[in-house]
């Protein structure tokens, strides 16, 4: 069993900036993939940014140029520093890891709530 715990959410205005943090409870070197994900009222949650443990990334389109995702093995977590954010952002965002030779997520944190004022 591996937790997940989120920190860094909050309210920012539009343009501004937050760093969210995952810390886990496992070596994130023996994950295969972190990512992060969101979900906004009323709506499903979404992908937002993942990567591997050759520090392969990828972003949803929506997300690109904006957000960055990176992993510091030494301190088992995950980051996603997210820039330029925009209302459409605000959501509740959770961290989750991925064992190697399964092909979806494995484990979720309880997400930290992210609001983008306009």
């Known amino acids: 069993q591996v937790q997940l715990v989120e920190s860094g959410g909050g309210l920012v205005q539009a343009g501004g900036s937050l760093r969210l943090s995952c810390a886990a409870s496992r070596r994130t070197a023996s994950m295969h993939t972190m990512g992060w994900f969101r979900q906004a009222p009323g709506t499903e949650r979404e992908f937002v940014a993942g990567i591997t443990y050759t520090n392969a990334r990828t972003y949803a389109d929506s997300v690109k140029g904006r957000f960055t995702i990176s992993r510091d093995n030494a301190k088992n977590t995950v980051n996603l520093q997210m820039d330029s954010l925009k209302p459409e952002d605000t959501a509740v965002y959770y961290c989750?890891?991925?064992?190697?030779?399964?092909?979806?997520?494995?484990?979720w944190g309880q997400g930290t709530q992210v609001t983008v004022s306009s």
């Open positions: 989750a890891a991925r064992i190697f030779g399964h092909v979806a997520y494995d484990y």
